[in-house]
Every structure is written in structure tokens, then in C-alpha cells.
């Protein structure tokens, strides 16, 4: 049975920093492209970042360039997102999404699994 769990999302202040992990189960990593995506209320889930299952590239939105940070763990099964300097219009829900092959994509179409998102609210 396929499994995307994400967790770690919580409310922090403006400037703060967060880790994000997605635990994957039902099947490998080594095959699968991994995006984090995210959707704040009121608009459309978007891309935020993703990496490649080849060779480790990732690709990110303008947003997030500097700040965000993608990697994964295939032999634990995980990815991460770490977050710095978190702004308020990070907040949203974020989802980590697997779409098999190499390279992996910002848009929200062609991911083959996802799982129900963690919660990041930036605030003071």
C-alpha cells in the first residue's frame, strides 16, 4: 500500500526556520521524483520545490531561491524541506508528491502520489 506521510509543519514567527519531512512507504525512492507543493488559501497548490531522482538536481521556484533547501534519504525512505527566513506568504499547506521518473517538475499535474499535507503558518 502506497503511504506519502508529511510532517513538521508548525506556526513560526517571520525570519524563522523549519523542517519539513515526507516518509514514503509502498514504493522506492530510487524510481521517483519528489516535489514539495503547497497551497496557501484561496489559491492554487504550486510549486515550491523538487528534486530529481537521478542525480540529486533541484529546481525551485523564484520564491524560494536561498531559502528553501530539498534532499533526500532513499534508504530511510524520506525527503526534507528545510526552510530559513520564512516569510508570511510562505504559509500554506504543503505536500510532498512522488511522480516516477528522473526529473521532477513544479507543476501540480503528473505527480502519481501525495500525501494530505502539513500545515506551515508563518506569523508573529
Known amino acids: 500500500q502506497v503511504q506519502v506521510v508529511e510532517s513538521g509543519g508548525s506556526l513560526v514567527q517571520p525570519g524563522g526556520s523549519l523542517r519539513l519531512s515526507c516518509v514514503v512507504s509502498?514504493?522506492?525512492?530510487?524510481?521517483?521524483?519528489i516535489g514539495w507543493l503547497r497551497q496557501a488559501p484561496g489559491k492554487q497548490r504550486e510549486g515550491a520545490i523538487c528534486?530529481?531522482?537521478?542525480?540529486?538536481?533541484?529546481n525551485y521556484v523564484d520564491s524560494v531561491k536561498g531559502r528553501f533547501t530539498i534532499s533526500r534519504d532513499n534508504a530511510k525512505h524520506t525527503v526534507y524541506l528545510q526552510m530559513f527566513d520564512l516569510k508570511p506568504e510562505d504559509t500554506a499547506r504543503y505536500y510532498c508528491?512522488?511522480?516516477?521518473?528522473?526529473?521532477?517538475?513544479?507543476?501540480?499535474?503528473?505527480?502519481?502520489?501525495w500525501g494530505q499535507g502539513t500545515q506551515v503558518t508563518v506569523s508573529s
Open positions: 509502498g514504493f522506492s525512492l530510487d524510481y521517483y521524483a
Open positions: 508528491a512522488a511522480q516516477r521518473g528522473r526529473i521532477c517538475s513544479l507543476y501540480p499535474n503528473g505527480y502519481d502520489y
Open positions: 528534486i530529481n531522482s537521478s542525480d540529486g538536481r533541484t
